[in-house]
């Protein structure tokens, strides 16, 4: 028998503590106008002390499930992708399933970095569509804070701490274009561009955290690129226009670079849900993080077509085509 998925439910989380752009200019050198002129970033929230991705991670899930009126004890997956675990084992995602009271189903990380949301909806959503579950909660969480060096200007203003999450429910049937569901999810990675975007540091390499590292101008050219081929895929396989899309909802690393992206595609700025201003680069957290912004705010409709992506390090990047 067939099987669909379905996003039922969606919430998201950020932390108290705001820091804005003329704190940081006290810090290094920069300043507010430098910052939103080459990012559109005024301000990012940050994770206090003692506050944990689990932590984040948690309250999302607890708020997705609300939305999607979905007990807890319903889900039997949870697929966590973030940067940023707790620990380096066991999965934050076993933190997040014994928090809820759940001793059943599977619970694991994933690791794509900025992609990683995407690479975990796909996960999920193949699972749904296998019946190797019912209910999944897919999550993006990051304390994306802890691996800056907040004395490089060039990465320390660029990112942000937070967590999204969706619950996604298996129903009979393939998936319909015209019906609510997750249509298809496209993923991709070239390892041979590693260097562009890494932290330096791991257990494995030196038993460290380690720092952001970036080649920024890089980035950008491989992202507009990319990301535009990987949308147009995913419109090809479901038979679709870029003028079918109600709502695009990029990952929010770089204004420019979502601004640049949609245009190449053809895309209308008013179609396009923003959240890089308040938030920053929240990495694995980001496009949850404007999905629930967008359904908060009422743009997000019930029959809309969504269109998310995302590029990481790695490279990894990835999208998705959702019927809301």
């Known amino acids: 028998m067939l099987f669909h998925s379905r996003v039922v439910g969606c919430g998201a989380h950020l932390p108290e503590r705001i820091v804005t752009n003329d704190e940081l200019a006290r810090r290094v050198e920069t300043t507010d106008a430098w910052i939103v002129e080459r990012t559109g970033i005024r301000q990012r929230h940050i994770a206090a002390e003692g506050e944990r ?47 809820l009271g759940l001793d059943h189903g599977a619970a694991f990380d994933l690791q794509a970095v900025c992609a990683g949301f995407v690479y975990a909806l796909a996960v999920a959503d193949n699972a749904l569509r296998l019946n190797q579950a019912k209910t999944a909660l897919v999550i993006g969480a990051e304390t994306f804070s802890r691996l800056l060096d907040w004395q490089d200007r060039n990465t320390c203003v660029l990112f942000g701490d937070g967590a999204g999450a969706v619950v996604l429910r298996a129903f009979p049937g393939a998936p319909d274009p015209k019906e609510r569901c997750v249509l298809s999810t496209h993923l991709h990675s070239d390892g041979r561009l590693y260097d562009l975007l890494y932290v330096d540091g791991g257990p494995s390499s030196s038993q460290t955290v380690g720092h952001v590292r970036m080649r920024g101008r890089e980035i ?55 959240t890089v201003d308040r938030h920053a680069n929240t990495s694995a957290a980001s496009v949850p993080l404007a999905l629930a912004q967008g359904i908060a705010d009422g743009r997000i409709k019930a029959g809309q077509l969504l269109l998310i992506e995302a590029i990481g390090g790695g490279l990894t990047w990835a999208a998705s085509l959702i019927r809301w």
Do not use: M, Y
């Open 53 to 99: 991705t689990s932590d984040l991670a948690l309250a999302a899930a607890r708020r997705a499930l609300e939305n999607g009126a979905v007990s807890p004890s319903e889900v039997d997956l949870i697929v966590l992708a973030t940067t940023t675990p707790d620990d380096t084992f066991p999965a934050t995602a076993t933190k997040v399933q014994a928090a």
């Open 220 to 274: 950008f050219r491989h992202a507009v690129v990319k990301l535009a081929e990987v949308v147009e895929e995913a419109l090809k396989v479901n038979g679709l226009k870029i003028s079918d899309i109600d709502w695009f909802v990029p990952h929010q690393a770089n204004e420019r670079i979502i601004d640049s992206t949609a245009r190449r595609l053809g895309l209308a700025d008013d179609k396009v849900i923003k």
